[in-house]
């Protein structure tokens, strides 16, 4: 019986991280139409990055991190992942 209970709850989790996975890809999908959008439109970039690109090129990614969180309302991740984002575009 408890073998039983093991494999459901195994499976439930399978299932969880393929459903996780597929909404990762569909936010990175929006991510990138948000991205082109912006583009397109000619609206202005936020303020914000200015600053975060002043400190990403001072060496302070941490700082950076702490303020795109602060300001933008990010998760750890996300700011990380904000952060690398700018690096990567100043390439």
Same mark, same amino acid.
């Given at each position: 019986m !408890?073998?039983i209970? =093991? =494999? =459901?709850? $195994?499976? $439930?989790i399978?299932? *969880?991280?393929?459903?996780? @996975?597929?909404? !990762?890809g ?8 948000? @991205?082109? *959008?912006?583009q ?8 914000i990055?200015d ?7 001072e060496? !302070?990614? =941490? ?5 795109a969180? !602060?300001?933008l309302? *990010?998760?750890?991740?996300e700011?990380?992942?904000?952060? @690398?984002?700018?690096?990567? @575009?100043?390439?």
């Open positions: !408890e073998y209970l =093991i =494999i =459901i709850a $195994f499976l $439930f399978i299932k *969880l991280l393929a459903k996780v @996975d597929k909404l !990762e569909s936010i990175k999908r929006m991510q990138y139409t948000l @991205d082109q *959008l912006t397109q439109s000619g609206l202005p970039e936020n303020p990055n600053e975060l690109r002043k400190l990403i090129k060496g !302070e990614d =941490i700082k950076a991190i702490k303020k969180r !602060e300001t309302g *990010l998760s750890l991740l700011g990380k992942e904000y952060i @690398d984002r700018l690096k990567s @575009d100043n390439r």
